[in-house]
């Protein structure tokens, strides 16, 4: 892992789906800058203990902590526990994601209400919770939205992904005007294609080639990039920064759309 000389000495920081990919990458960067990191997993176990014991392994804290962000109960839970075991939280990422392929017509009701609590109900509510904690110890915070390229140039069969991650960065927006009076300061990352399982899973029929070219870099993003993203975000060099939402797609949301 890249150190990018972030200092978080002393802080805490959870990080959800972090078992894998950009949420462990964050995990990683944000212990080797001196944090002491939670990695929230739902069903990966064995991701999140390989994740923590890296990280111990290079001299850092780290916790894994089970918990599904679509369920209240467990929220509630996973900020209560991390609260106990080394106090309030200075940095919240919310990385852990649903996703839904289904064409618009197909999209059940269910899964509707499935997307929206895991993407947006469920970060809504443990940023409630933690706030409360952060307002409390009376030294701010930092948090941070993982979105996607996709809440602004879609692809088919995506609906309720896209709409989850459009109500993820609106959310950005209105939370960082009402916590600003408390030195609470709330971003978003848009990552475009990063080089992560998923990204290779999706894209193996057609390919790797045909995408990273398409790219105006001409390569995929690598997961410690987003890490860096948002560790910068989180830092004192991003102090006056609130309310944004930064790409950091090698140039695809400039694009120009149709045919070349």
């Not at 209240?72 to 839904?100: F, K």
């Not at 390229?149 to 939370?175: C, D, F, P, S, W």
């Not at 102090?239 to 944004?244: D, E, F, L, P, V």
């Amino acid at each position: 892992m890249t150190n990018y000389h972030f200092d978080f000495s002393g802080q805490n920081v959870l990080v959800t789906g972090a078992s894998r990919g950009i949420g462990a990458a964050t995990a990683q960067l944000f212990a080797a800058a001196g944090a002491r990191v939670v990695v929230n997993y739902r069903e990966d176990r064995p991701g999140a203990e390989q994740v923590c014991a890296a990280i111990a392994a290079a001299g850092g804290q780290a916790r894994a902590l089970q918990g599904d962000l679509g369920n209240e109960a467990d929220v509630c839970r996973m900020v209560d526990e991390v609260g106990s075991l080394w106090g309030p939280l200075r940095v919240l990422v919310h990385n852990a994601s649903g996703i839904d392929r289904s064409f618009f017509l197909d999209a059940s009701p269910q899964a509707f209400d499935q997307m929206f609590a895991a993407n947006v109900r469920g970060p809504y509510l443990m940023s409630q919770r933690v706030v409360r904690q952060m307002i409390e110890a009376g030294a701010g915070g930092s948090i941070l939205h993982i979105s996607t390229i996709l809440a602004r140039q879609t692809i088919q069969n995506r609906t309720l992904y896209v709409a989850t991650k459009g109500a993820l960065e609106a959310l950005t927006r209105a939370m960082a005007l009402d916590l600003a009076p408390y030195r609470i300061r709330v971003n978003a990352v848009a990552p475009g294609l990063i080089y992560t399982q998923a990204l290779r899973a999706g894209i193996s029929a057609l390919g790797e080639e045909n995408f990273s070219n398409y790219v105006p870099l001409k390569r995929f993003g690598d997961p410690a990039e987003i890490a860096a993203t948002v560790a910068f975000l989180a830092s004192d060099a991003a102090s006056y920064i609130t309310g944004a939402v930064l790409p950091v797609d090698g140039g695809l949301g400039v694009l120009e759309a149709g045919p070349p």
